[in-house]
Antibody
Framework: EVELVESGGGVVRPGGSLRLSCAAS????????MSWVRQAPGKGLEWVSY????????HYADSVKGRFTISRDNAKNSLYLEMSSLRAEDTAFYYC??????????????WGQGTLVTVSS | SYVLTQPPSVSVAPGKTATITCGGN??????VHWYQQKPGQAPVLVVS???DRPSGIPERFSGSNSGNTATLTLTRVEVGDEADYYC???????????FGGGTKVTVL
């Protein structure tokens, strides 16, 4: 069974840092690009970052560029998101997702259960 | 950046058909993907590439895409279909995905 399990969420003060992890299982992790997508409580989905299979292609949403860093360890079947200079507006559930790339498009399947990051003083 | 527009809410009676739209400039030239998110749960892919259903998704879920509107159609709606539904495309100009704002489907 394909599964993604996030960890590392919690409460952090504004300006602080946090590292999220995503453990993947049930598929060949190094065959796929991966992304992080977040959802503020009661709000819609917002894409955060993408990394291709070998880390050669990385993209960030403008809202997190320069503050967040995506990385992966294919030997450990793991994806990471290093978050710094956190702001109240970064408060959200963070989902780890597998990107399926076909013919110039990408969709996300499956999604992890999410980990909650709360930025508050 | 590319913008996807969804109605905030759709109401439907059990057993009837719900239609959820996703508007975008010439969206018919792009591949549209749809996700279902039930309360307290992570999103689940229900339609990819305009009209393909992943394994395990009922035939009651179908998608279409033409012109400036993509559509997710739920036939014979059940109470268990109550959820938020999001459309998504991959913006090739920015190499970023774009999500619609989501539509809350209420089964009356």
């Amino acid at each position: 069974e394909v599964e993604l399990v996030e960890s590392g969420g919690g409460v952090v003060r504004p300006g602080g840092s946090l590292r999220l992890s995503c453990a993947a299982s049930g598929f060949a992790f190094d065959d796929y690009g991966m992304s992080w997508v977040r959802q503020a409580p009661g709000k819609g989905l917002e894409w955060v970052s993408y990394m291709n299979w070998n880390g050669g292609i990385i993209h960030y949403a403008d809202s997190v560029k320069g503050r967040f860093t995506i990385s992966r360890d294919n030997a450990k079947n793991s994806l990471y998101l290093e978050m710094s200079s956190l702001r109240a507006e970064d408060t959200a559930f963070y989902y780890c997702v597998r990107a399926i790339a076909i013919a110039g498009t990408n969709w996300f399947d499956p999604w992890g259960q999410g980990t909650l990051v709360t930025v508050s003083s | 950046s590319y913008v996807l527009t969804q109605p905030p809410s759709v109401s439907v009676a059990p057993g009837k058909t719900a239609t959820i739209t996703c508007g975008g400039n010439n969206i018919g030239s792009q591949s549209v993907h749809w996700y279902q998110q039930k309360p307290g749960q992570a999103p689940v892919l229900v339609v990819s590439d305009d009209s393909d259903r992943p394994s395990g998704i009922p035939e009651r879920f179908s998608g279409s895409n033409s012109g400036n509107t993509a559509t997710l159609t739920l036939t014979r709606v059940e109470v268990g279909d109550e959820a938020d539904y999001y459309c998504q495309v991959w913006d090739s100009r920015t190499d970023h995905p774009v999500f619609g704002g989501g539509t809350k489907v209420t089964v009356l």
